[in-house]
């Protein structure tokens, strides 16, 4: 396995339980918690594609959808 497969996991990971935590906090800036998940689930996605994981991928992709959805409602409308 690539040794960047292991950088995508970590930075989903890390991105990920950072952009849970802004969420729910409920504070005025975690609309940018969705950011936070944007960049999670495409290091995720990344991961799924190169261990050929088709689950992974198509859960990351579906995610991916609902973050730009939370960017746009919470960032830019």
Known sequence: MPPF???AKWTGTLFGVTGAALVALNLP?????????LVSSVSWAIAGVVMHERSLLLLNAVFII????????????
């Open 66 to 77: 609902i973050n730009l959805l939370g960017i746009y409602r919470w960032l830019i409308a």
């Open 29 to 37: 800036v975690s609309g940018w918690g969705f950011v936070l998940f």
């Open 5 to 7: 497969i292991s950088i």
